[in-house]
């Protein structure tokens, strides 16, 4: 008896989990309708503001001559290592000791760039009696912080780079050599005003065209490159009377800029939504975000775009741009123009907004998008959800050309009224 | 080792049979849980054994064995030209007689089922910036309340006994309404969970005769201890990007980026109270004819609006007629027929009332020295008034196991 109840419990525990399992749902057919399903709205532009930040060089950091798209590259500065290996002679100016012999040097640069008209490269010794010339911050238009470096220079040695000899290959990288020899006087120039680093403490090259002016963009790999500059000094070390060593050293660089102009400010570009990582352009709008108030705590926002349209742009018909709009963490105080590089004040102006250059971003809403048959579409819902969460504080938007976009390019865009849809399911 | 697996496997997978009334309220009340009185649709009167309601305590003395319950439930709902069907635990029950004397019960069912979806079964479209969007709604309810009861009866005297249930109303249900706008599940959820006490008190006497039969009559009050509180949380709506139907990092706002839920309580939601009174005349030996009368209120606060549909149940009346004959024990005659008849009006507060009418039939098949039962109940119900629905016809299907056997009895009782 007992058996046969064990059994029959087996199966109820059987049949009871066969049959809950096979449940399904009762459908029942149209839903009572309801007004604010999906609903639409216009967001204002309160406010707007064109501004200039630090310039970006792009991430394709290199070092770049040529003019083109209303930049012109000027000059580039590379400080070599002060020591190099672990058997003197170990820095520059051991080279110059009476037991060294320095027969030959060669800087050089490589590149992936080819070159449809030559030019002259000319290389330069900075001859300040600081030991650091230069920094990452650099810029066109800061170069009044620094030292003259037209004036504090001198030319080392200069070469003529043909088209010629950077035909793409295989290897995809050309090597640019300047030799220095005896025969040419070069070397001792080089000994002189480059390896004596007591007196010429900086250790920094200039680079830059010495001759008619290049309508082409070329570019040597920089420090950022495993093949950027670099210096190979051959010499004859005399150990003892009956002992000379023939050998090499080699000097890397340990930083790197390129200084240019970047395509001028002009007044067109207060009327639009103006963009360029060269000269820092940079574009904040305002919305009036009140709606968002009104909202009950389910609605959804969805299809919502900001929609530009370029006016106009030095893009080529290749050329790729893509456009950042983010959100910020400070609010804006002054709605107008503002430079870290220009007085912008105005008298009787609150001495704190002159400096308001730069506005921090928040990672939490940052969109890029590629600006595609002279439109930009770029989804914004996130953030109005966001701002609707409590998530951001500020209704203004940062927009900026992304840091791949090329720094000579340069857009003008019109926004469009901003629809945005939201739904409540 | 057995038994517990057993129940922890009963609390896994109960579940709920479903129709349009799910959507009223907090969802439809449970009736006639055990395949036993759904041949008889009601509760008090004998509908187990000759003398036994599986449904009433007062009743239990009379059991000489102890009795493993369990039934399951098949349901076909048929509206306008849809139907569906779906499957479920009924019921499960222990009781346990003591002497004669008294007895002893535990059980676990199904107290609402909410169990209900509707959406829109044609495609509205919905032009943004010249682009044509194409929606539909659906909304849907599942889970509900499950009542825990410990049971009572005890035989006062010859004539008269009386028992009580103390019921734990417990568990949740989860809501959700959906927009799907070109495949994308826009999610609205929320769940409530249920808490609360109640009390069914049972009062069983046969001193009435009628022509030298015995005249059974049997009445019970039920009424909340404390009122059911529901716990509420409701959940921001998200674009349910991966269509898991949970609100995680990949939807939109992400889970990290979505507000907290806001859980709110109500209080004294739910206060149902009821009465039933019925009556059984044994006219001959082993055929009975019987009649219940019901009367069900719930003065709640309904201060949550969380159903599919914008009204709820206030009250209900049920009357139900029927004839049943037992089986003879220890004889060849192992079955129990049973035929019934049932009226109810269901008040309906911001809709329209409901009516329903419904035929009950059942059989019994004993078995074994310990008078194990299998019974199969069917019920046919037919309601009117139902919202969006209007016409429902409902084909129910019970199927119980009774095993019988002498746990906690002692052998020289018997």
Redesign the interface.
Known sequence: ?FR???D???L??L???I?????????????ENKDS??Q?STLPQTNSKLFQTYPKFSTRDKLFFGSVKQSENLYSLVQMTLFSGNIPPVSLVDLLADSIQVDSAMVFFQTEDSLSTGFDLGLFSITTENDSVFSDSLNFYNQGDFVDFESNSFLLNEVYLSPEDFTPDSTGLDTVKIMFTEEDGSLSNLKEYFLDSDTYPARTFMLKNTGSTLDELFSLESNESVNGPKMRVWYKAIIDEQTTLDTFITFFSQKDVSVFSPPAINDQDFNYISLNSGSGLRYIIEFDLNLLNTLS????F??S?LVLDVEDSNLLEEDEFYVVISAIQDSVQNWNFTSPFIDTSVGGEDSSSEFETSYTIDP?FVVSRKIEDNQVRIPI??FL??YK???FQHNELMIYSAPVNSPFDKVNLNLNTI?V?Y??? | MLSRKFFILLFLTFAFPQNAMSGYGFGSSVDNSDASSVGVSNQLLPSFKDNVSISNPSTWHNLLFSYLNTSVGVQNAKFQSSSSTNFSLSSAKLVIPWKQKMAFGVSFEPFLSREVVINDTTTTSFTFNEEELLYTRMNSSSGGPSKGSLSFGYKLNDFDSIGTNLNIVFGSSRYSRNLIIENDNHLLQSRDYFSGTMVDLFFSTNRMKFKDNPIFLSASLSMPLKGINIENDSYQAFIDLNDNNYHDVNDFPDIGQALLPLNQKFDNELKISSFTFGADYEFSPRKHVQAEFLLWNDNGEHNLNSSIYSGYLESKNKVSLSYIKFAQPFSRDRYNFKGSLFFQNYEVKNLENINEVGLGLGIGFNFGITGNQIDLGYKLAKRDGLFLVGTETLHSFNLGISIGDLWFVKRREI
Do not use: H, W
């Open positions: 008896m046969f109840i064990l029959a419990k087996k109820l525990i049949m009871i989990f049959l809950s399992c096979s449940e399904k749902t009762i459908i029942y057919d149209e839903i399903t999906i639409t705590r389910n609605e959804l969805k299809n775009n939490n819902q996130a959800q966001g969460n409590g998530l629809e849809m739904v409540e399911p």
